[in-house]
């Protein structure tokens, strides 16, 4: 130690070393705060810090150095490397730069490690400047000093890093560690200036050049400012954002406690204060965790064991390689969300934020999730969910529940009366059930209500829910009579959700099919049923372009003369695995499933056709459905048909039923109209069985009407049937209209209608349905009685 002080007095400029020393210092505490802000920085952020640090202590190194190079006097001419002085500098933050990235890993012993190449790159740099330092006379090393001044350089910078990020005291850790590094760099220095031995000797070369020695005196003077300038930099830079974030705390909405590796408050904001309705002195900086939390649990009621266990979790916490966050509510209602945030160099960051309203929020946007928003009802999605439960629990009935004509009080009142009308049914239903038993908005006008209990129990419930419905809703001054229509289905060990929904919804069906106002119970083979129905309409969809269907026709004579007037043209189907299929079958398929349009698009033009084929004479009778009715196209799409095969509009006859004109009158008297005034005949089908009224004939300006078969069947032994059918005929002639008897199938049957002046028959007794070969022979005259065909 005496032989490093002595070769301090006395081979150097003191003035040179004291302003090296300077500048080591300087530099020293720069690097100390430069790494600290990259230790705590991330990412691209660390990696800028770290190039800043890396090229203020490799200046820091290499300006004391030569400093203190230019102060050593070896009593013989001097100089220097200019390439090797260079490569020295670089060494010098190049291995600063490595090693202080090391060192802001997060590894325990990262520090002392990165510590550790920065005292190494020091070792680089002090013996590369020696190499490159000329001096007249032979040069040789103390083996002992020089392995000194290694072990003093990596073991003091190491004992430095460390003590910056883990000396155990936010402000003993960076005074320490600059002391610790200022003595790494001067201790490698002179320690290894003391291993250098010069013995004289002549030697030629080029020595205290003064023009080298003032640019590398210029070089040290700039880096030192530099490295000075840095350290100030750095500092007014800490101290900025200090005050910023002083501000920034002091006004944020969370609430913020930062505490020392020992558990010591070392910052709370004011919010701390405000949430936890304390007083500005009741949490002090310095004062220890326990103690914080003593505060904060007396306000908030906490016994002592449970200061000590919320004291114990804090521990648990701040030891955490990730942050937690729990959540707790105040008595006023507030919820906190506490998070504990580890910080890596030890220590934590507690952070306090009001999340009541966000929370809140929350159950709102749930709630709304899974309730109805007019109704307050349980959702769609939350009768799934209900439904999984209980079928998994193994039992459950489902009511599926329709207001009956809901769509025409909307209509007719508007949205606002239909609103408060479910609104109204809602409560109604609700009061009935049980705590067993949930209702369900599925959408519009369409109710549930699931019952883990005995089927019994569903089939009172419906009856009661029926009941209810029934008694007249008053809004806004209107009296409602409403009514619905339920479908029970209970369901079975193998059933699922979806197989329970469609048994419902065919109990549905058959309730409302049944007159409406009224409950149905799924009953075995309504399944059955319905997947023989979509299996036809899969088939039906198939038939047009695979040329299944055609048309056949049963001839009309006009009374008593028996003379050929025309054809009703009868669809059939021709299935290729089933054969024959009835019209009364596919046709309300077709109905059902938008078939009808084309395939009544198909029967006009085929019918029309046929036609035309014909003598002029004969007309043809043509099935209109009613969704065929209720449809704008009719009309065009047949007075297309007509110019397309140049056929007089005279010849066609359109046949509807009586329920069609109930449905939608208004429309069907529109289109109606408009087929009259295309020219063509209307006929009303089946008379007397559907929705009879003396104002439809008037309202419609029917041009005939076909007594429906039951009557005539009837008319030969109940006299009631023959008075109905001799009066139909009587008023028809007074109102000119025509008269047609179908089903005529005995003789006795067409002398009645001889009698009572019925104009036109048809039936099996004057002609059979015939395929369009046998109908053409008949309507050309080359057979004379269609009723001696046997063609069906």
């Not at 419905?469 to 009579?481: D, G, T």
Request: proline residues 3%.
């Amino acid at each position: 130690m005496m032989t490093v002080i002595g070769c301090i007095l006395t081979q150097h400029n003191l003035w040179l070393v004291l302003m090296a020393a300077v500048i080591c210092g300087s530099g020293s505490w720069a690097m100390v705060r430069l790494f600290l802000r990259a230790a705590a920085a991330d990412s691209l952020e660390r990696l800028a810090w770290v190039v800043l640090s890396a090229f203020v202590t490799g200046a820091s190194i290499w300006c004391t150095h030569f400093v203190a190079m230019l102060g050593y006097d070896p009593g013989l001419p001097i100089g220097f490397d200019p390439v090797l002085t260079i490569i020295s500098l670089l060494v010098a933050m190049v291995g600063s730069g490595v090693g202080i990235l090391i060192a802001t890993l997060k590894q325990p012993n990262a520090p002392a490690i990165g510590g550790a190449v920065v005292g190494l790159s020091i070792v680089v740099m002090h013996y590369t400047g020696m190499i490159a330092y000329r001096v007249q006379g032979i040069v040789s090393w103390d083996e002992s000093f020089l392995a000194a001044s290694i072990f003093v350089a990596c073991a003091l910078s190491a004992a430095s890093f460390h003590a910056a990020l883990r000396g155990g005291h936010e402000r003993i850790g960076p005074h320490l560690a600059t002391s610790l590094f200022f003595l790494a760099i001067v201790g490698l220095h002179f320690t290894g200036m003391t291993a250098f031995r010069v013995s004289p000797m002549r030697i030629d070369g080029s020595y205290s050049d003064p023009e080298a020695l003032s640019a590398l005196a210029f070089a040290i003077a700039c880096v030192s400012l530099f490295i000075i300038g840095a350290g100030f930099a750095s500092s007014f830079i800490d101290t900025k954002a200090r005050a910023t974030a002083s501000d920034a705390l002091a006004n944020m909405s969370n609430g913020l406690t930062m505490l020392s590796p020992s558990g010591i408050v070392t910052l709370v904001n004011e919010r701390v204060h405000a949430l936890f309705h304390l007083e500005k002195d009741e949490l002090t900086i310095g004062m220890t965790l326990q103690s914080y939390l003593a505060v904060i649990g007396r306000k908030l009621g906490w016994n002592s064991e449970r200061i000590e266990r919320v004291f114990d979790n804090h521990l648990l916490w701040m030891r955490s390689s990730s942050p937690t966050r729990v959540e707790h509510c105040l008595d006023d209602g507030t919820i906190l969300a506490v998070t504990c945030q580890p910080v890596a160099r030890g220590g934590a960051i507690l952070t306090y934020e009001d999340v009541t309203e966000a929370r809140n929020g929350q159950k709102t946007i749930v709630h709304m999730a899974f309730h109805d928003a007019l109704t307050g009802l349980k959702n769609r999605r939350m009768f799934a969910q209900s439904m999984e439960e209980l079928l998994a629990q193994g039992r459950v009935s489902m009511l599926m529940i329709d207001l009956d004509h809901f769509k025409s009080v909307n209509d007719r009142l508007g949205h606002a009366v239909g609103d408060e009308l479910l609104k109204q049914v809602t409560a109604r239903i609700t009061f009935l059930l049980q705590s067993t038993e949930q209702a369900f908005r599925l959408g519009g006008d369409e109710l549930a209500v699931l019952t883990s209990a005995p089927r019994e129990r569903a089939i009172a419930l419906a009856g009661d829910i029926t009941a209810s419905i029934a008694i007249p809703f008053e809004i806004n001054s209107h009296v409602l009579a409403t009514g619905c229509s339920i479908g029970i289905a209970t369901a079975e060990p193998s059933d699922d959700m979806s197989i329970v929904q469609q048994k419902a919804d065919l109990a549905l069906y058959a309730a409302k099919k049944g007159g409406r106002n009224r409950f149905e119970v799924y009953r075995d083979g309504m399944l059955e049923e319905e997947a023989k129905k979509r299996f036809l309409e899969q088939d039906l969809s198939e038939a047009l372009a695979a040329d299944q269907l055609e048309l056949w026709y049963q001839p009309l004579y006009s009374l008593p003369d028996r003379t050929l007037t025309g054809f009703e043209a009868l669809l059939r189907w021709r299935h290729p695995r089933r054969g024959m299929v009835s019209p009364a079958e596919f046709i309300p398929v077709a109905e059902s499933c938008g078939l009808i349009t084309s395939i009544g698009a198909w029967v006009i033009d085929a019918a029309c056709r046929q036609a035309a084929a014909w003598p002029e004479h004969i007309y043809m009778s043509i099935n209109v459905s009613a969704v065929q009715l209720r449809s704008a196209a009719l009309v065009s799409q047949l007075a297309q048909t007509l110019a397309k095969y140049s056929l007089s509009p005279k010849r066609i006859e359109i046949e509807i039923t009586e329920t069609a004109m109930v449905e939608n009158s208004a429309q069907i008297a529109l289109t109606l109209t408009s087929l009259r005034a295309l020219g063509v005949r209307i006929a009303m089908d089946d008379f007397g069985t559907g929705y009879s009224s003396l104002a439809h004939l008037r309202e419609f300006k029917i041009d005939r009407i076909k007594i429906d078969r039951s009557f005539i069947a009837a008319s030969q032994s109940d006299p009631g049937a023959a008075a109905i059918v001799r009066a139909v005929v009587s008023m028809a002639r007074e109102l000119q209209i025509d008269t047609t008897a179908e089903g005529v199938e005995q003789e006795s049957q067409l002398q009645s209608l001889l009698e009572f002046g019925c104009g036109t028959a048809q039936g099996y007794l004057l002609g059979r349905p015939l395929d369009r070969e046998a109908a053409d022979s008949v309507a050309r005259g080359l057979i004379r009685s269609a009723a001696r065909l046997k063609v069906v």
